[in-house]
C-alpha cells in the first residue's frame, strides 16, 4: 500500500504540459499544489477528481518512450502496428494504476527540490514526500525532446525502485513462457 501511495504522490507533481528546462520546478511545485487541491476537495466525486487529475498529469509524460523501455528488446522485433497497440494499452494501465491510488492520498506534505542535470538530455527531479513519522523520496526522470526545449518524464523512482525497470523485468519474465499477444491481452482493462 505504501508504495501506492508513493506512485500516486509521485505522478502529483506532474505539470499540464511538458516543461521547458528552467521553469521544471515551478511547474511541478505548482502542479503540486493544484492537484493537492482537486485531492481535498470534498465537493468533488472521486470520479471527478480522478477525471480532473488525469487531465492535469498526461500530457508530461511519453507513454511511448515509457512503452518502449518496459518492453526493453522486446520492442523492436514489434510491427509499427504492435507498438501502437502496445503502447495504448500500456498507457491505460498506467492511467487505470494512477486512478487506483488517488484514493490513497491523505493531506501529506510534498515538497519540490531543485532539478538536477545529469546528462545534457536528462534530467532527475526528487520530490520529498513528508508524513507524520517519515520522509520518503520520489525521483521522477526526465528527458528532453529533440529538437525542442521541452522536457518529459519517462521514469519514476520509488524507495529506489525504477518504475519502468519493474515493468521491463515482468513483461521479460511473461514474454519468456507466453506471447505477445498474450502479453497484450494481459493489458486489456
Not at 480532473?52 to 502496428?81: N, Q
Amino acid at each position: 500500500m505504501f508504495k501506492k501511495l508513493l506512485l500516486l504522490l509521485a505522478i502529483i507533481v506532474v505539470g499540464a504540459h511538458a516543461i521547458e528546462e528552467q521553469n521544471i520546478q515551478s511547474v511541478m511545485a505548482q502542479k503540486t499544489k493544484q492537484m493537492t487541491k482537486i485531492l481535498k476537495d470534498k465537493s468533488l466525486s472521486m470520479r471527478e477528481k480522478e477525471k480532473r487529475c488525469i487531465k492535469i498529469v498526461d500530457p508530461v509524460f511519453s507513454y511511448k518512450t515509457m512503452a518502449k523501455i518496459a518492453l526493453g528488446k522486446e520492442w523492436k522485433k514489434l510491427s509499427k502496428a504492435e507498438k501502437e497497440t502496445f503502447t495504448k494499452r500500456f498507457e491505460k494501465k498506467m492511467k487505470h494504476s494512477y486512478i487506483d491510488k488517488l484514493k490513497l492520498y491523505k493531506n501529506q506534505k510534498v515538497v519540490v527540490e531543485a532539478p538536477k542535470k545529469v546528462k545534457k538530455n536528462r534530467i532527475k527531479l526528487t520530490t520529498k514526500i513528508i508524513g507524520n513519522n517519515e520522509t520518503y523520496k520520489i525521483v521522477n526522470s526526465f528527458f528532453k525532446k529533440k529538437h525542442t526545449n521541452q522536457w518529459y518524464i519517462y521514469d519514476v523512482n520509488l524507495a529506489g525502485v525504477s518504475v519502468m525497470q519493474t515493468y521491463r523485468k515482468q513483461f521479460a519474465a511473461f514474454l519468456k513462457t507466453k506471447s505477445f499477444q498474450a502479453l497484450l491481452d494481459s493489458l486489456k482493462i
